[in-house]
Nanobody, 120 residues
Framework: VQLQASGGGLVQPGGSLRLSCAAS????????MGWYRQAPGKQRELVAA???????NYADSVKGRFTISRDNAKNTVFLQMNSLKPEDTAVYYC???????????????WGQGTLVTVSS
C-alpha cells in the first residue's frame, strides 16, 4: 500500500491550496483518512481527519478555513486550505487507516509529505 500526496507549494497569505492524497495497492477498506503537519522545530500535529461515513474532525487552528473531504471510490482524501496564514507553513502528511484484506488488521500508512509555504 502506498499513499501519494500532492498539491503543496508556495502561496501568499490569504491564498488557497488544495492537497490530494491517493492510496493505492491491495486495499480492502479504508477507515479514517487524515492530514497531519509538522512545522520546523515542532511536533507533528493532526490537522483534519475524516472517517468513511463522512464525519470530520479539525484542529482548532484551522476550523473555518480548511475543509477535508474524500472520494471513497478513488481512495483519495483532499484538504482544501483557504485563508492561509504564515503559521500554516509546514510539511503536510496524509495518513490512512487501511485494511489490506478481510483477514488483516487495520494499520496506519503515511504519505511522503508535501511542503506548504505561506509567505509574501
Amino acid at each position: 500500500v502506498q499513499l501519494q500526496a500532492s498539491g503543496g507549494g508556495l502561496v501568499q497569505p490569504g491564498g488557497s491550496l488544495r492537497l490530494s492524497c491517493a492510496a493505492s495497492g491491495t486495499i480492502f477498506t479504508i477507515n479514517a483518512m487524515g492530514w497531519y503537519r509538522q512545522a520546523p522545530g515542532k511536533q507533528r500535529e493532526l490537522v483534519a481527519a475524516i472517517v468513511s461515513g463522512g464525519s470530520t474532525n479539525y484542529a482548532d487552528s484551522v476550523k473555518g478555513r480548511f475543509t477535508i473531504s474524500r472520494d471513497n471510490a478513488k481512495n483519495t482524501v483532499f484538504l482544501q486550505m483557504n485563508s492561509l496564514k504564515p503559521e500554516d507553513t509546514a510539511v503536510y502528511y496524509c495518513n490512512a487507516d487501511i485494511k489490506r484484506t478481510y483477514f488483516h488488521a487495520g494499520r496506519d500508512y503515511w504519505g511522503q509529505g508535501t511542503l506548504v509555504t505561506v509567505s509574501s
